[in-house]
């Protein structure tokens, strides 16, 4: 198990598949050495929303319009 994974489990009572990628990016933000960075970084991690799919696609649909208007 990822050390990443035992900490949303302990401290939050998350199993691993429960962890969204960009929750994990935005966990390690700038606590992370060398080059690698994620913005934006959370101090909150009370960030456990599921994605509405439809929503995002929508969304992005409406950019796209934008964009090209």
Do not use: C, W
Request: proline share 1%.
């Amino acid at each position: 198990m990822m050390l990443i994974d035992r900490f949303f489990k302990k401290y939050h009572n998350r199993e691993s598949h429960q962890i969204h990628t960009l929750e994990r990016l935005a966990f390690l933000g700038d606590r992370t050495l060398g080059a690698f960075t994620y913005l934006p970084a959370t101090e909150n991690l009370e960030i456990s929303r599921a994605l509405n799919l439809q929503q995002l696609a929508q969304a992005t649909v409406q950019i796209q319009r934008d964009q090209d208007t």
